[in-house]
């Protein structure tokens, strides 16, 4: 049995495809039947270069409908703005974790997550930050 989830997904590929303007691939209106060739293209079980081709094709309209924190596994962004954003994750799971009183272990995993998103915002920041902090912290 096919995942209901499965049609969402390839709809949403199939849609996105659509609207940026797709034509090269011709994707049948029925959703399984959709799913059936988007999967195929997908799974590439028979190792065959026109499906790498389309699934290349593809690839713009997979990362518009795909959620944020799986994009950035998929697609590098070494950008400040990236470097930014994950930092505000980062920080925003820390503060959930203090004011929810989490457990101590998660508490020192979402903080020190937080605390190394802020050195990686700008690296050629990181050894004086770093010195600062311990010098701060000697002071503790």
């Known amino acids: 049995m096919i995942a209901p989830n499965q049609d969402v997904v390839a709809a949403l590929i199939v849609n996105e495809y659509r609207a940026q303007g797709g034509v090269t691939i011709d994707f049948p209106d029925d959703v399984s039947r959709a799913r059936q060739k988007l999967f195929r293209f997908l799974d590439n079980k028979f190792d ?3 499906y790498r081709n389309n699934v ?3 690839t713009p309209a997979i990362l518009a409908v795909l959620p944020l924190e799986y994009r950035g596994h ?21 503060k959930q974790a ?15 997550e937080g605390i190394v998103s ?3 915002v700008d690296p050629d920041l990181a050894g004086p930050l770093m010195a600062m902090v311990t010098t701060m912290l000697g002071a503790i």
């Open 56 to 58: 290349r094709e593809l």
């Open 118 to 120: 802020m050195f990686r």
């Open 98 to 112: 203090v004011i929810l009183n989490a457990p101590r272990h998660q508490k020192l995993k979402e903080i020190s």
């Open 74 to 94: 998929l697609v590098e962004q070494d950008s400040f703005m990236a470097r930014l954003a994950e930092m505000e994750k980062e920080l925003s799971e820390a």
């Open 48 to 50: 065959s270069e026109k």
